[in-house]
């Protein structure tokens, strides 16, 4: 009995479903002095569904760096991402926040300006 080795995937399925699936963006939380640890965290734990203290680690980074990549996924997803973020509303412990915090999209494969 011979054996024969088979691919799991011939050259171009896999260049389509990488071009497809290729493009993912990082969601990244921008800082800023009108929003406060819970306020971040509770607004990553209400979102993303993250556990509390994920949500924290987020809110020391945000805090540290000045900015944290909370997800990374297809545009679509990273848009709709970037506008829940962005419409979250002022954080109510701060009488000076105005509203939400920021958000912007990068590409996942630049991490140089991550």
Same mark, same amino acid.
């Given at each position: ?5 088979? +691919? ?8 389509? %479903?990488?071009? &497809? ?5 990082? =969601? #990244?939380?921008?800082? %800023?002095d009108e929003h406060t640890y ?6 990553? &734990? $209400?979102?993303?569904?993250? +556990?509390? !203290?994920?949500?924290?680690?987020? !809110? #020391? ?8 990549? =909370? ?9 709709? !991402?970037? %506008?829940?973020? &962005?419409?979250?509303g002022a954080d109510p412990r701060? +009488?000076?926040? $105005?509203?939400s915090m920021s958000a912007i999209?990068? +590409? !996942?494969?630049?991490?140089?300006? =991550?």
């Amino acid at each position: 009995m011979s054996s024969t080795v088979v +691919p799991a995937e011939t050259p171009s399925v896999q260049g389509t %479903d990488q071009e &497809q699936h290729g493009k993912l963006f990082h =969601v #990244v939380l921008l800082d %800023d002095d009108e929003h406060t640890y819970e306020y971040v965290i509770e607004m990553l &734990q $209400k979102l993303f569904l993250l +556990p509390e !203290a994920v949500a924290f680690q987020h !809110a #020391v980074e945000v805090d540290q760096t000045g900015r944290t990549i =909370v997800i990374t996924c297809e545009l679509p997803e990273a848009e709709f !991402a970037r %506008d829940q973020i &962005q419409s979250y509303g002022a954080d109510p412990r701060m +009488p000076k926040s $105005k509203g939400s915090m920021s958000a912007i999209l990068l +590409p !996942a494969g630049n991490t140089a300006l =991550v």
